[in-house]
């Protein structure tokens, strides 16, 4: 395990768990490096085939660490997530994501980049970023409306309303919804498929699903500046202080 990142790789099967139940998995800067090298050394060993995404414990991921940000914040240090949010919409590799409960923030949004998306009965989807005073990430505001159609990407967008897993398997975001306990091995056999069939045909195949690829990058990046004056605004200031000091938010003063 590397900070809060467990990593096992057997029968061309890569698995990245995020490792932090104490902390709801929120991922810090050192577990975004520690699954950055993982994805691109993963794409570099022929040993690997596939890699599949998963949390341990009752929670896919609470996303970006909180305090991760205010320090952000204070210090206006570069983004963690950006070479993460790099390694994953250029992988080469197929991706699978294992949902087990909540997944929000980046956890929702690192999901469309995943070629397969199996979800746990206690999966759900949240994107709470305007409650943060924060913009959305990941190409998520390019790739939910071409997904979901506006009406629904606003609704988890703009409202922050979360979408079960039912709702991501009737809207297409997820392949399959199965009991928790079998999470885990039915991401495995659809991992096994794909580790089986032949590297240099997924590979291509992949890359032509994901032709819209640069446009999903320059939206990251049109994210990314966004969202990095928005971790330093009051709006975001207050999301962060009352998350830490427990209360609610208080946005009436904003204009
Ligand atoms: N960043 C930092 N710490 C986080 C965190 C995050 N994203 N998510 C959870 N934690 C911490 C909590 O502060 C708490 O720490 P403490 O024990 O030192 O007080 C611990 O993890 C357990 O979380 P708690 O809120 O007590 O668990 P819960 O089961 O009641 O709720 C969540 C779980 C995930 C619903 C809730 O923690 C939450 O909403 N987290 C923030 C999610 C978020 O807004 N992420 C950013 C998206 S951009």
Redesign the pocket.
Known sequence: MTENVTISRAGGIQEIAFNRP???N??TRHMYAAVVDALRSGDADPAVRVTILTGVGD?FT????????QVRAASNATSAASPFLDALSTLEKPLIGAVNG?A????TTMLAHCDLVVAARSARF????T??G?VPEAGSSLLFPQLLGNQRASALLLLGEPMTAEQGLQWGFVNQVVDDADLMETARGLARRMAALPPGAIRQTKKLIRHGAPDTTARIAEELELFRARLQSPEAGEAFAA??E?RKPDFSRFD
Do not use: H, R, Y
């Not at 929000?104 to 956890?107: A, L, M, N, Q, Y």
């Not at 949240?126 to 970023?129: A, R, S």
């Open positions: 104490e902390k709801k929120a991922l929670i609470s996303g970006n660490d909180i305090k991760d940000f909540a929000i923030g980046v956890g949240v994107m709470p970023f409650s943060l924060l998350f830490v427990k």
